[in-house]
């Protein structure tokens, strides 16, 4: 994947090579979100905070995504101001560095990356990992009002149904069919019944990754998706069994290949597979 060489240049990714010569820029903080949310204490980025997805992405006790004054909080405790360069990281392919980086453009910070190959590059790199907890003086963060257009809601599924635009499952097949879910690794609950929303096309995230943890080339992803319908003309709407696989892919659609209406439905799987007389589809 073609990265930017700084955060001054255009796109969304930065290399390690990138992070390393600015681990100790006072403009630059480095937060690691990982699936494992024990992972951060087991060796992380020196200068790395460490987010806890469960309780500092998710609102408590509603499910929801932070609102404006919790997302504010959390940015302004972890050393982020408006004008700080934020690189974003994680283990599983970035999935939820990929969701905070989805939150941050939501409430409209601009200067945000994703660190490509995320945790396990760095790992497979033999780059330095610590145990230390950063002492980060904290700022003061004033968070724009959301981006609507960034988001979809059941109801704006509903109506997406035969619209025309293009729906994204992200899940494995084995969770697109209905055999499954959640991703066979994890405990099989989460949704009263499985299968896939109607006319959802299944691509599951991991196709946009390379062996190494890296995104693949920007025309070798315009020939996954594009194979699939997916294509930067239609209204596209993502979604997985949580959000954050989905955000993963909203990523590469709105961020790598430029689509410009592409929806992370957060919902996802464990809200559509839930409700009362939403229509199911089963099988490949």
């Not at 209905?178 to 690794?185: D, I």
């Not at 699939?228 to 954050?244: L, M, S």
Request: net charge negative; aromatic share 10%.
């Amino acid at each position: 994947m073609t990265e930017t060489a700084s955060p001054t240049g255009t796109g969304a990714l930065v290399t390690a090579d990138w992070v390393e010569q600015h681990l100790d820029d006072p403009n630059v903080r480095l937060v690691e979100v990982d699936v494992d949310t024990s992972a951060y204490g087991t060796g992380h980025i020196r200068t790395a905070q460490g987010w806890n997805w469960k309780t500092d992405l998710q609102r408590q006790p509603v499910r929801d995504i932070p609102d404006k004054q919790d997302w504010e909080q959390l940015l302004s405790r972890s050393g982020i101001g408006n004008d700080t360069i934020v690189v974003l990281y994680g283990d599983n392919n970035n999935w939820f560095a990929a969701f905070a980086y989805w939150l941050f453009k939501l409430y409209g910070h601009q200067n945000v990356y994703l660190l490509n190959g995320g945790r396990k590059k760095w790992q497979d790199d033999g780059r330095e990992l610590v145990t230390d907890t950063p002492q980060t003086p904290s700022a003061s963060y004033t968070a724009g009002e959301p981006n609507t257009n960034l988001r979809a809601l059941r109801d704006q599924v509903s109506q997406a149904l035969g619209s025309g635009g293009a729906l994204v499952d992200v899940r494995s097949p084995g969770e697109y069919s209905g055999q499954l879910l959640a991703p066979e690794n994890l405990p099989q609950e989460g949704a009263q019944r499985g299968g896939h929303i109607p006319g959802a096309q299944n691509v599951p995230w991991a196709t946009a990754v390379a062996e190494d943890g890296t995104f693949k080339s920007v025309d070798e992803l315009r020939a996954i998706y594009g194979g699939k319908g997916v294509t930067q003309d239609k209204a596209v709407i993502a979604y997985c069994r949580i959000g954050e696989r989905s955000a993963h892919t909203w990523f590469v659609l709105h961020e790598l290949l430029g689509y410009p209406n592409v929806r992370n439905y957060d919902g996802s799987w464990t809200e559509w597979g839930s409700l009362i007389g939403a229509p199911i589809e089963t099988g490949s």
